[in-house]
């Protein structure tokens, strides 16, 4: 039997926010299930399997605390989308499908000195030299032709080989987690399959929800934390969503090959082969977190050379100095990774391996890996919507530490399959339909703007205030969309 | 030749894409598969003209068991498709046990071709795959892909 099934007497309630799935519920099942979400979020999420999903993670060797889901959370391969599991280092097992292939898929945040008023006359052609400089769309190319040492370089020093080949400024790195660089990328182990999907690759925003917009904030909720991190009500923003691209695809591919035989040699029993994962200590653990950072830097030099270029757009759109467009980054966060963190255990300060599927990492105030601008009020985390609805700045809460190993959510989370939503948009004109609310849309694909239509989306205001109220991060400022780049 | 059966359908996942596949014997069944794969990625049914400008790969995939090797074929042609910017129209398998595929495939440039890339295909999953042969001596699989 599903849990869709029977979801009433199986899940146990917590508190207004919080829905348990008792081990006791599979044999298989290490620890608990966790989930955060409304009563009218989660009766969306038991329509699909993700809550399956919940359980089969729990059954993942050496998992601790619980099963988690944030209440985003949909149906994904092996892991659902919006899961979130630590693992001990010592007996614990890492697994390529907790991370996804769009390895380091993640957001980025520039401000600006401009207002609504200053861009309201511009916007199509904005919307339109971002189209023509910013390569998208299915298998884009960009211009940056990577040879193999130049390629092995990207792939062990990330954004900061883009800010060092002119992509950018110093400050850019302070404000990317993990200032855009992991440092136990090991080119030497990459695949040349990946090496050569990736060379052609970088600075291109790709398909499906990938995305670049221009927004303005149209409502703060934190004046003093927004104003600590450089925002105000009416300031015109872009948001950059991208990932690995097909780097980070095939070297996903290629260890969950490895990792399928890592099973067997290890004999792990698991109840969804996408879960396939290997000892953290192992050759194979070791291997494909080596390989995971790689991508991971690859995913935010990508991010790092988009923004070099749409800083160029602007400046030269609004014929003004980058000084005085003041397109500074505010953050940039990852939603799909595995990271060796230290997290309480039982009383104790103990290193774990936590993988976030479609969830973001919310370091609370005074979290040594925060920079200085951030010390004293936490992580800024960047929760994009669909193109219709707002996108959130929140802001990491202590809470988040104790509960959530450091983790929101990070989206609004389908709740439509693609080929749903372009049967639903059949005889619409999404383009049309945005532009009548003031958003201007280019897009590759009409399929893609079907795909991606706000219907296709829970409402991210939901999502967003699931965690604020459960105070694990905390709403800092909303931004509405004006103009959207997509594949 | 017109097939006495479905050759793929499409299943429908809520952020991916699955296809359930049919084949007379396996090699049909690998074959059903990739012309799945590529029916997703373009949108259409490839069919080319013979004047069509056309490229020739062999293909050698491994693997440690059937489902496997499928989900190894597929990510091979993936490969080939990305980095050649190619499409796939005809596929011949010379040879195929539960863990080796040898294949001869007829692929043009998509630019040389009159077809599009409407749907990028992250990979080719694990997730729920399945080969088997029902009670009516026919293959099925099923796949999911990550769109």
């Known amino acids: 039997m599903t849990i869709k099934d029977n979801w ?3 899940l146990k309630q917590q508190d207004t926010y919080i829905w348990d799935i008792p081990k006791e519920f599979n044999p298989g099942m290490l620890v608990d299930g966790r989930v955060y979400a409304s009563e009218s979020l989660l009766k969306q999420i038991v329509t699909d399997k993700s809550l399956d999903q919940v359980v089969n993670v729990a059954c993942l060797p050496g998992i601790v605390g619980y099963s988690l889901a944030m209440p985003d959370i949909h149906w994904g391969y092996g892991f659902p989308i919006g899961g979130v599991a630590a693992t001990r280092l010592e007996n614990g097992v ?30 199509s052609q904005l919307v339109e030299h971002l189209y023509n400089k910013i390569p998208s769309g299915v298998g884009s190319r960009g211009i940056i032709k990577l040879n193999l040492a130049e390629a092995k370089r990207v792939l062990a020093e990330g954004s900061q080989w883009a800010v060092a080949n002119g992509f950018g400024v110093e400050e850019d790195i302070i404000y990317t987690e993990e200032n855009g ?17 990736g060379s052609t690759q970088l600075g291109t925003l790709g398909s499906g929800n990938h995305f670049l917009e221009i927004q303005v904030i149209d409502q703060i909720y934190q004046p003093e934390k927004a104003k600590q991190m450089g925002l105000e009500e009416g300031m015109i923003t872009v948001l950059v969503h991208t990932g690995s691209r097909g780097f980070g695809h095939q070297v996903c591919t290629d260890h969950l090959s490895i990792m399928q035989k890592a099973v067997q040699r290890y004999r792990i029993v698991l109840p969804d082969r996408q879960l396939a994962c290997a000892p953290i200590n192992s050759p194979e653990g070791e291997n494909y977190y080596q390989a995971m950072c790689c991508a991971a830097n690859f995913a935010w030099a990508n991010r790092q050379c988009i923004t070099h270029w749409l800083r160029e757009v602007f400046e030269r759109v609004f014929r003004i100095s980058q000084r005085e467009l003041g397109l500074n980054l505010i953050y940039d966060v990852a939603h799909n990774i595995a990271k060796m963190e230290l997290h309480q255990l039982q009383g104790a300060e103990v290193k774990l391996c936590v993988h976030r599927k479609g969830a973001t990492r919310a370091f609370p105030p005074r979290h040594p890996d925060l920079p200085s601008k951030y010390k004293e009020i936490g992580q800024p985390v960047l929760i994009p919507g669909d193109m219709g609805r707002g996108s959130f700045v929140l802001i990491g809460n202590e809470k988040a530490m104790r509960e959530t190993f450091g983790s929101t959510c990070h989206g609004a989370g389908r709740v439509l399959s693609r080929g749903a939503a372009i049967k639903a948009v059949r005889n619409r004109n ?3 339909e945005l532009r009548e609310r003031n958003i201007i849309v280019k897009a590759r694909s009409r399929d893609t703007l079907a795909e991606e239509m706000p219907e296709a989306y829970k409402d991210v205001s939901e999502v967003v205030n699931v965690m604020d109220q459960s105070g694990i991060s905390s709403k800092v400022a909303r931004m509405r969309p004006l103009g959207v780049i997509k594949g | 030749m017109k097939n006495k059966f479905k050759d793929f359908e499409l299943v429908e996942h809520t952020a991916d894409i699955g296809l359930k596949i049919y084949g007379k014997d396996e090699k049909d069944l690998f074959i059903n598969a990739a012309r799945g794969m590529f029916f997703l990625i373009t949108g259409s049914r490839i069919s080319l003209a ?27 042609l993936l490969y080939i498709h990305f980095t050649d910017l190619v499409i796939f129209d005809d596929y011949i398998i010379d040879y195929i046990s539960e863990e080796v595929i040898k294949s001869k495939v007829r692929a043009v440039e998509i630019k040389d071709s009159p077809y599009q890339i409407v749907k990028e295909i992250k990979a080719v999953t694990y997730h729920n795959l399945q080969v088997c042969q029902n009670k009516n001596g026919i293959w099925e699989a099923n796949i999911v892909f990550d769109i």
Do not use: H
Not at chain 1, 109 to 114: D, G, V
Not at chain 2, 52 to 63: C, D, G, H, T
């Open chain 2, 50 to 76: 013979p004047e069509s400008i056309r490229k020739y790969y062999a293909l050698e995939s491994e693997a440690p068991g059937r489902e496997d090797l499928l989900v190894t074929w597929l990510n091979d």
């Open chain 1, 430 to 432: 999404i383009a049309q």
């Open chain 1, 94 to 123: 890492i697994s390529p499908g907790g991370v996804g292939f769009d390895i380091n898929c993640g957001v980025r945040l520039i401000r600006s000195n401009l207002k609504l008023k200053d861009v309201q006359e511009r916007m």
């Open chain 1, 181 to 197: 660089k992991m440092a136990q990328a090991n080119p030497d182990i990459i695949s040349n399959k990946a090496i050569e999907r």
């Open chain 1, 8 to 10: 009433k007497n199986i």
